[in-house]
């Protein structure tokens, strides 16, 4: 469940169709009844048209126990 959280986060960031703004944000989701507490942090690459994206989901908001972690790359179109 926890991955399908991170999953749902990059495909939000994809549908988007612009680069989001480097750093970090923070939010919940529920999946199956389950409050999942996901970060996203945004850094740059050495390409100005590319950015990484680190979604990591926990239990807990502030939890250093990552239950799922994805990290995707976003193009601007």
């Given at each position: 469940l926890a991955g399908w959280v991170a999953?749902?986060?990059?495909?939000?960031?994809?549908a988007e169709r612009r680069l989001p703004p480097i750093g970090e944000?923070?939010?919940?989701?529920?999946q199956a009844g389950i409050v999942f507490h996901w970060q996203s942090q945004v850094s740059t690459t050495p390409n100005p048209y590319v950015e990484r994206v680190e979604?990591?989901?926990t239990?807990?908001?502030g939890s250093e126990h990552a239950l799922a972690v994805l990290v995707g790359?976003?193009?601007?179109?």
């Open positions: 999953d749902n986060r990059l495909a939000e960031l994809r944000t923070r939010g919940e989701e529920t979604i990591r989901v239990a807990a908001a790359y976003l193009v601007n179109r």
